[in-house]
């Protein structure tokens, strides 16, 4: 009997073992991460239906962004600002703004866990106003915070590669066909002068 025992406290043991173990490997910030990816998947949404009111409604009123053109706006009625410059109005550089953006990995949560720091890819297509459309790999980080129970977006940061990218490559081809053709108009002047040359001659 006393054998009996002995296995079922050992067993018990055992199973209460896996529990503890199954304790530790859970995730405490997955309500966090679900947040999260909520406020970042409201941000794309907003850039793709191009609502900026939409998209500063997931940020901290003076939440920070550096955009791709390196520029910086601060609080909410810079960031505003600046995507009316960008894309409404006469002087408008863009007419549209289109993005599919990824997260690279699991959120980083500090300090008491009230932060978290995150970052991913973009494949982002513009849609000038002087020229056609292009297409644009850059990526992104972000800084966000819970405030008043809620995930705000404290700051964004906007990044490309400066050195090798679509826009670099088209004008990279573009010099080339206008070497080209310098070449080849260089070469036909030169063919044209010498017959002339010659005519003159005989």
């Given at each position: ?21 199954f304790a ?12 999260l ?5 409201e941000?794309?949404?907003s850039?793709?239906a191009?609502?900026?009111?939409r998209?500063?409604?997931?940020m ?5 962004v ?10 909410h009625?810079?960031?505003?600002a600046?995507?009316?410059r960008?894309l ?19 959120a980083?949560?500090l ?13 982002d297509?513009?849609?000038p ?8 790999h850059?990526?992104?980080?972000s ?5 008043d129970g809620?995930w ?11 050195f ?5 490559a088209e ?9 080209g053709?310098?070449?080849?108009a ?10 002339v ?5 005989a």
């Open positions: 009997m006393r054998s009996v025992l002995a296995m079922i406290f050992a067993l018990f043991l055992a199973i209460a073992g896996v529990g503890e173990a530790d490997d859970v995730d405490p910030h997955a309500a966090d991460r679900q947040a990816l909520k406020v970042f998947r941000i794309e949404a850039i793709n191009q609502d900026i009111d998209m500063v409604a997931q901290d009123p003076a939440a920070t550096t955009w791709l053109n390196g520029e910086v706006s601060r609080g009625a810079e960031i505003k600046y995507y009316q960008m409404k109005g006469d002087q408008r550089i863009l007419d549209r703004y289109l993005t599919a953006a990824k997260v690279a990995a699991s980083r949560f300090g008491n866990g009230d932060v978290a720091v995150a970052d991913g890819t973009m494949e297509e513009f849609f106003v002087a020229r056609g459309p292009f297409r644009l850059s990526n992104w980080s800084t966000s915070a819970r405030i809620q705000k977006v404290i700051s964004l940061h906007l990044s490309s590669n400066v090798t990218n679509s826009l670099l004008a990279k081809n573009a010099l080339w066909y206008a070497g053709g310098a070449a080849v260089g070469l036909l002047l030169g063919v044209l002068l010498g017959r040359l010659g005519r003159r001659r």
